[in-house]
């Protein structure tokens, strides 16, 4: 591992446990900035920065080196105040409208951390069953709520972004958990039948929030990483709530059931190798947890998932070809529960089918016979973005490596 990410690893565990690092051996700028620039693209500057800013190391620096990164830390951490606590009034709003929506990840994670405003989302999630959606719709748009997407049809659609004018609020109202008609994990929301009847209660702030069960909830983070694992990646922050989560809500999991359910879909290795990420790293205690023999007894090695996950960033957008490349790993698992062998498919990843492109082209579904457009308008853009190079090769080459990943941790047939 390389020493920046080493250093990052420790920042980001002493951050867990609202602790400072203690390094003492003066580095030099650059490998700061490069330390700065990892928790940038992980989304975690506020957490890094709280735990580095005062060690003997820092003291070092020049005094105006850090200032940059203490303004953006100081702007991130209030302005997430102010989204939960607007989220808060919005939440208090829809239970008033007679909603009774869960709200999943976000701010229920964010509630496990030390500072929890120090943990940054972009938006928050809310799950409401479907024959609620329209009530909630309407009780969205009391509050002043707008669809982020105005063109889009929210009838048909499995989620709707809404923002509201003046305010950094920002949710996902889910109709299901992830997109039905995804060949390559739709049939995940099959685990999540009847979750509303057995939600739970937690505390957000003084505020009873409504979400899922222990056992469903970490299933769901779990199944949220597995699913941004098989397009381009997932970010450690994601790791982070998935540790907190168990070492808070560890006695009350099934971890009989959670291992029977990742393992039905492949994904036994994977998480696995996420709890040794976790407590290697990041202060995951399977004591704490409650963590059985029939966990700990998985044989893998997490290190090829942690160097994916550390290199692509939050949802392995760290690079743009990694995201193009998703197309070849998404059609190797969709092919593979279709029955065939996973491969790369080049035509595929040039020319997707409608149902593959209808999240990024909504009219697809109404007007499938366009799909041509559709292609020609993806290449125009996908020739923008990699200008500079020949992208195209290097996301073929991306997506055919992380398919060999997916075969070291089970997902994939070899």
């Not at 939600?199 to 505020?207: H, K, L, R």
Request: with cysteine.
């Amino acid at each position: 591992m390389k020493q920046q990410d080493e250093r990052f690893l420790q920042a980001l565990a002493a951050a867990l446990k609202h602790e400072k690092t203690a390094w003492e051996t003066a580095f030099p700028a650059q490998d700061w900035l490069g330390l700065f620039e990892c928790a940038e693209k992980h989304h975690v500057l506020p957490m890094i920065y709280e735990a580095v800013y005062d060690c003997p190391a820092a003291r070092e620096l020049d005094p105006t080196f850090l200032l940059p990164f203490k303004r953006r830390t100081i702007q991130q951490v209030t302005l997430q105040a102010i989204k939960t606590g607007a989220f808060l009034q919005l939440y208090a709003h829809l239970q008033k409208a007679g909603i009774r929506p869960l709200v999943v990840k976000g701010i229920v994670c964010r509630a496990l951390y030390p500072d929890p405003d120090a943990r940054v989302s972009g938006d928050e999630d809310v799950w409401v069953q479907p024959e609620q959606f329209s009530a909630c719709h309407e009780a969205l748009l009391a509050f002043g709520m707008q669809p982020a997407e105005p063109e889009k049809d929210i009838e048909t659609a499995y989620e709707v972004a809404y923002g509201k004018p003046g305010s950094p609020l920002y949710i996902e109202l889910h109709k299901s958990l992830f997109p039905p008609d995804s060949e390559a994990y739709g049939d995940l929301n099959r685990f999540f039948a009847g979750a509303h009847d057995r939600a739970a209660v937690v505390s957000v702030q003084g505020a009873a929030v409504s979400t899922l069960n222990s056992t469903d909830h970490l299933f769901y983070l779990i199944c949220h990483a597995f699913k941004h694992f098989l397009h381009s990646g997932f970010g450690i922050r994601q790791v982070c709530d998935i540790a907190l989560f168990a070492n808070a809500y560890g006695d009350g999991i099934d971890w009989p059931r959670l291992l029977a359910q990742c393992t039905e879909i492949h994904a036994e290795k994977f998480s696995a190798a996420l709890f040794h990420i976790g407590e290697k790293y990041l202060g995951f205690s399977p004591e704490k947890a409650y963590l059985p023999p029939l966990w700990t007894e998985i044989a893998v090695d997490e290190t090829a998932l942690l160097e994916d996950l550390l290199s692509g960033g939050v949802y392995g957008a760290a690079d743009r070809n990694r995201l193009h490349s998703s197309t070849i790993t998404l059609n190797a698992v969709a092919a593979q529960k279709q029955g065939g062998k996973a491969k790369r498919n080049v035509l595929k990843t040039v020319f997707p089918s409608a149902k593959a492109l209808s999240g990024r082209y909504p009219y697809l579904k109404k007007y499938p016979f366009l799909l041509p457009a559709a292609w020609g308008d993806r290449l125009l853009k996908y020739r923008k973005e990699t200008a500079a190079g020949n992208g195209a090769a290097e996301s073929i080459r991306i997506g055919s490596q992380r398919i060999e990943l997916m075969k070291q941790y089970g997902i994939l047939k070899k």
